[in-house]
C-alpha cells in the first residue's frame, strides 16, 4: 500500500540533508578563508618566499617518506608560498648534495582581484601542487642511492636555491623544511645510539654551514624511524645537534621538532 506519510518525509528529508552538507561546506569554507587571512598577513613584506623542501628517501626512509602526517609540514609549505606568492622547489635527497633529485620546481601566484577571491582560489591550488608532489615524489627517490643521509648538506641547497632566484637577497625570503629522520651519516655521523646532547651540540660546533639570513628552516619528523624507535635520548641528542647547526647559519628562525604537531 502506498503509505502519503512516509513518502513525504523521505522527500522532506532530502532537501533537509542538502541544507546540511551546503551549510557545513560554507562553514568549512569560512574557516579556511579565516585561516588563509591569518597566514596572509605573515607574509614578508615587500618580498617574496623562495620555498623549498626536502625530503629524505634514504635507507628505510624511503619506504615511509610519504607516509600519513610526514607530508603534512610540506603541505603547510605549499599553502604558505601559494598565500604569500612566491617559488617553490621540491627535492628527495640521500646520501649527499649530488645525491638530490627534483620533485617540484615552480612559481605559485594566486589570481584574483580581491583578497578574498584569491585566497578562495588556494585550497584547490594547494591541493594540485600536492597531487603533483606525491606523484613525482617515487620516481623521484627511486634515482638516488639507498645508503647514505646528507641532511646537513640540504642547508647547503637551500642557500644555492635562494642565490639563484636572488642573487642579491632583496625579492626572496627563505622557508624552508627539512624532513628526515636526522640520522646524518654522511660527513659527521649521528648513527650512534648512545650520543648524547652534549657530545651532539660539540659535533654541531665543528660543521660548516651556509648563512641564511632571515630565512625560516624547520626539521621534522626527527626521530620518527622506522621500528624500532629510537631511545629519547638519542632522539633528543640528534634534536640538539641540528638545533645548534641551524643556529649557526644566522636563520630568523630555526626549528626541530618529531611531528607535524611541532613537538
Do not use: W
Not at 144 to 172: F, K
Not at 208 to 228: C, E, N, R, Y
Amino acid at each position: 500500500m502506498f503509505d502519503r506519510a512516509r513518502t513525504a518525509a523521505a522527500l522532506l528529508a532530502v532537501p533537509i540533508a542538502m541544507t546540511l552538507a551546503s551549510g557545513c561546506a560554507q562553514t568549512a569554507g569560512l574557516v579556511n578563508l579565516a585561516d588563509a587571512k591569518q597566514i596572509a598577513a605573515s607574509c614578508p613584506e615587500g618580498h617574496q618566499l623562495a620555498g623549498r623542501a626536502a625530503i629524505d628517501v634514504s635507507t628505510h626512509m624511503r619506504a615511509i617518506a610519504a607516509d600519513a602526517g610526514r607530508l603534512d609540514p610540506v603541505r603547510r609549505l605549499v599553502r604558505r608560498v601559494v598565500i604569500c606568492g612566491g617559488s617553490l622547489r621540491v627535492d628527495a635527497f640521500s646520501g649527499s648534495s649530488a645525491a638530490t633529485a627534483n620533485v617540484y620546481d615552480g612559481d605559485l601566484h594566486l589570481p584574483g582581484a580581491t583578497e578574498n577571491a584569491r585566497l578562495r582560489r588556494e585550497p584547490a591550488e594547494t591541493d594540485e601542487v600536492m597531487a603533483q608532489i606525491r606523484k613525482n615524489l617515487p620516481d623521484a627517490a627511486a634515482k638516488l642511492p639507498l645508503t647514505g643521509s646528507d641532511v646537513l648538506a640540504q642547508l647547503g641547497m637551500d642557500a644555492e636555491y635562494t642565490e639563484g632566484l636572488d642573487p642579491d637577497g632583496s625579492r626572496y625570503v627563505l622557508d624552508s623544511v627539512i624532513v628526515t629522520d636526522g640520522v646524518q651519516s654522511a660527513g659527521v655521523s649521528l648513527i650512534d645510539p648512545t650520543l648524547t646532547v652534549e657530545r651532539a651540540i660539540a659535533l654541531a660546533k665543528q660543521v660548516h654551514v651556509p648563512k641564511l639570513p632571515g630565512a625560516s628552516v624547520q626539521f621534522t619528523s626527527i626521530g620518527k624511524t622506522a621500528d624500532p624507535a629510537p631511545p629519547t635520548a638519542y632522539v633528543d641528542a640528534v634534536k640538539a645537534f641540528f638545533t645548534r647547526a641551524c643556529a649557526n647559519t644566522g636563520a630568523a628562525r630555526c626549528s626541530v621538532v618529531t611531528d607535524a604537531a611541532g613537538r
